[in-house]
Structure formats: C-alpha cells, structure tokens
Nanobody, 114 residues
Framework: VQLQASGGGLVQAGGSLRLSCVAS????????MGWYRQAPGKQRELVAY???????NYVDSVKGRVAISRDNAERTVYLQMNSLKPEDTAVYYC?????????WGQGTQVTVSS
C-alpha cells in the first residue's frame, strides 16, 4: 500500500495550495480518506475527511477555507486550501481508513509566511 502526497510548498498568508494524494494497493473507493497535519511540537490533528459516499467533515479551524474532494477513478484525494494562515504551517499527511485498516502517506510540508 502506498499513499503518495504532493502539492505542499511555501506560500504567503492569504494564498492557496492544493494537496493531492494518490493511493495504490487498496480498493480506494471503499476507504474513508483524510488529511491530517502536524505542526512542530504539536500532536497530529485531523484536518478533514471524506467518506466513500462523499460526505465531508472539517476541523473548525479550517471550515470555509478548505475543501476535501476525491476522484475514485484516479484513486486520488485532494485538499484545496485557500486563505492560508501562518498557523496552517505543518506537515500534511494523507490517511486511508477502512474498518480496522489504516494507512499513512509520507507527508508534505506546507509553510505559510506572514
């Protein structure tokens, strides 16, 4: 199983980034796909997730600024992030979850400068 995340980078506050995560080795359409982030010195936290049926959920701090989506044909989950803030700076991880199985991607760094 492999989750390959990409799209991170350095952006100024107020800017946008789109993260992508391509999955292989799993039946992608069955999995709940999520994005987590971990800032230096902090615990990893859930940012957003999307179910196999397309239901989404967001942590309060990103609501209205972030949108998660998925393309089952491409086995890809996206995280569109707008109006980025310095506090969004973190390593962002892709997660795939199905019943008792869970997999993590390698992470992609997002840095937002003020």
């Amino acid at each position: 199983v492999q989750l390959q995340a990409s799209g991170g980078g350095l952006v100024q506050a107020g800017g946008s980034l789109r993260l992508s995560c391509v999955a292989s080795g799993i039946t992608f359409s069955r999995y709940v796909m999520g994005w987590y982030r971990q800032a230096p010195g902090k615990q990893r936290e859930l940012v957003a997730y999307i179910t196999k049926d397309g239901t989404t959920n967001y942590v309060d701090s990103v609501k209205g600024r972030v949108a998660i989506s998925r393309d089952n044909a491409e086995r890809t989950v996206y995280l569109q992030m707008n109006s980025l803030k310095p506090e969004d700076t973190a390593v962002y991880y892709c997660n795939a979850r199905f019943v008792a199985s869970a997999y993590w991607g390698q992470g992609t760094q997002v840095t937002v400068s003020s």
